[in-house]
């Protein structure tokens, strides 16, 4: 890895931590807004920017990539902070979500924005349906924030828009089961969405990368 590509990492990370804080910022100024902390939203967003920077700037991930990667970061932060501060996502975060990821996508081509399109269906149809069928299990801020998941999963791979819903229930399945094990008694209500979206990511990356 050269200096430029550590310097345009850097620049990145920098960028997230400034992001994260207006992250914040606007979640406790929209519509039934929430309080979240700064630090680790700050924190996170520049982890989840300054990698996607530097493998762009090394040439492992075309250029094109980089909004949809620099998007979902973006929602991996704002989302969870939310869902973790209060329990529920915004409707004013989740409805520019879907909008703004299928944006994200148009650098790719008409191709790959099509399977996105159609991977951002298909997965807010699959969770919509566990929500019809288990409303306790999974909420509907889940079943909204869904297709913004699923646009730049289902464009990068046909598989990994699958794959993810799988990974968060077993991050789910196995904080419920340490909860249980801990206060050894009923456990509380696990948020959906942070393994959901971390899922998400981790999975867009190994297939960025892998490619």
Known sequence: MDSGTVVTALAGGGAGALVGVVVRVALARMRRGVLVPVVPCAMALAVLWAVPCGLVAEGVVATAWLPAWLGLGLLVVAASA??????????????????????????????????????????????????????????????????????????????????????????????????????????????YAPPLLLAAWVVLTVSLTAG
């Open 82 to 191: 939310a869902d973790l501060a209060a329990r529920r996502l915004p409707d004013a975060l989740t409805r520019p979500a879907t909008v703004l990821a299928l944006v994200s996508v148009l650098p790719l081509g008409l191709p790959a924005t099509g399977a996105g399109l159609l991977g951002g269906v298909l997965l807010g149809g699959a969770l919509a349906a566990v929500h019809l069928a288990a409303p306790r299990a999974l909420g509907a801020g889940d079943v909204k924030l869904a297709p913004a998941v699923g646009v730049p999963l289902a464009a990068a791979s046909a598989g990994a828009a699958a794959v993810v819903p799988v990974l968060a229930a077993m991050g789910v399945l196995a904080l419920v089961t340490a909860s249980t094990l801990t206060r050894r008694g009923r456990p509380a209500a696990v948020p």
